[in-house]
């Protein structure tokens, strides 16, 4: 699995665990529902570090906390 599939699939596991849609995270992360649906759609080739922070504060946690997981540490290095 790639990095952007994770990050996609992290962002959707957080929001389930919050019970929070996609577009309710876009509203408090203060980043437009394209771009959040872009991430998760497999559409944005590079979701930027500032865009995952804005994402990481409209969920409450940290950046450390979102990629505290088994996926990206499990996460081979990726040809460029």
């Known amino acids: 699995m790639n990095s952007r599939k994770i990050v996609a699939d992290r962002i ?4 389930d665990a919050r019970h ?3 577009n ?3 509203h408090r992360s203060a980043v437009p529902p394209s771009t959040v649906k872009s991430i998760i759609n497999g ?3 590079n979701p930027g570090i500032v865009t ?3 994402l990481c504060d409209g969920l409450g946690l940290s ?3 979102f990629f505290d997981s ?3 540490r499990s996460l ?3 040809d460029i």
Request: glycine share 0%; aromatic share 8%; charged share 25%.
């Open 20 to 22: 929070l849609a996609l």
């Open 52 to 54: 995952i922070k804005l």
């Open 43 to 45: 559409a944005s080739n």
């Open 70 to 72: 088994e996926a990206f």
């Open 63 to 65: 950046l450390y906390d």
């Open 12 to 15: 959707i596991e957080l929001c």
């Open 24 to 26: 309710a995270l876009a």
């Open 76 to 78: 081979e290095q990726e």
